[in-house]
């Protein structure tokens, strides 16, 4: 089981935590909301939790819980800028379809 991030998406998170002074990572996790079913949730971590799984790339930390990797095994995280828009795209091949807002997404 594995998550992986692109650089722009190492880049971006290093950059949050940089700012923010204090955390060890980024959890990426899915709550249970929107049409399809599943979002994804991005927070930062201060401490682990004893089930918590930890996928470090180019010195950040991501953080799954793991009812979450059942979801979001084999994603890859990304940062994209489109224009004056920009954010984190998720890469999720257990995704089967998505919301038409792009909002939620069901496996």
Do not use: W
């Not at 994804?40 to 401490?47: A, P, R, W």
């Not at 979001?72 to 920009?86: H, I, Q, R």
Request: proline fraction near 1%; charge should be negative; include cysteine.
């Amino acid at each position: 089981m594995a998550i992986t991030m692109t650089d722009a998406a190492a880049a971006r998170v290093s950059s949050f935590l940089t700012n923010r002074g204090k955390g060890i990572g980024l959890r990426l996790g899915v709550k249970t909301t929107g049409c399809s079913g599943l979002a994804y949730v991005l927070e930062f971590v201060d401490e682990l939790a004893d089930e918590d799984q930890v996928f470090e790339q180019d010195g950040v930390k991501i953080i799954v819980d793991a009812k979450s990797l059942i979801h979001l095994d084999g994603t890859e995280l990304d940062f994209v800028k489109e224009g004056l828009n920009e954010g984190f795209q998720f890469n999720n091949p257990n995704a089967k379809g998505e919301c038409g807002c792009g909002e939620s997404f069901s496996v």
